[in-house]
């Protein structure tokens, strides 16, 4: 059987996680995966503050923690409906968008899931074959 050039094997593991290059793009990669989780939380932060802001100029004498902590509140149902809506919804397209533009490994991965898919029908139909002319 011939190996396919993007077959995962022995030689990616060596090509792609040994060495000290690599070593340092898995840091780098885990480094930034680090800060986009803290940049998210960051940023849910600047929008509450920007809210209570626009909240708390329309007051002349404003406790402005009361008014972060009560829009924080009121915000915590609409975060949560739209990261429902998110789930649901909007990660499905993403994944679409990502398996679409993918690179040659998560092309063939998907090639090589649909085949097996392929296969096991296969098998499936060849043993109901069986099972039907052996009763």
């Known amino acids: 059987m011939i190996e396919s050039p993007f077959e995962i094997n022995a030689n990616s593991e060596k090509r792609f996680m040994q060495g ?30 920007g809210i209570a802001g626009v909240f708390a100029v329309s007051q002349s004498e404003a ?7 009560a829009v924080g509140l009121i915000s915590i149902p609409i ?10 919804r909007g990660r499905k397209s993403t994944e679409y968008f990502a ?21 096991l029908e296969e098998i499936n139909e060849e043993i109901k074959k069986l099972n039907n002319k052996s009763v």
């Open 20 to 49: 000290k290059i690599n070593l340092l793009i898995r840091l780098y990669y885990y480094f930034q995966e680090g800060v986009n989780q803290l940049n998210s939380v960051r940023t849910l932060g600047y929008a509450l503050i």
């Open 63 to 69: 406790n402005y923690w009361g008014i972060i902590i």
């Open 79 to 88: 975060f949560v409906v739209a990261g429902y809506l998110w789930v649901k």
């Open 99 to 119: 398996l679409k533009y993918t690179s040659t490994y998560g092309k063939y991965g998907v090639q090589m899931q649909e085949r097996q898919m392929q296969l």
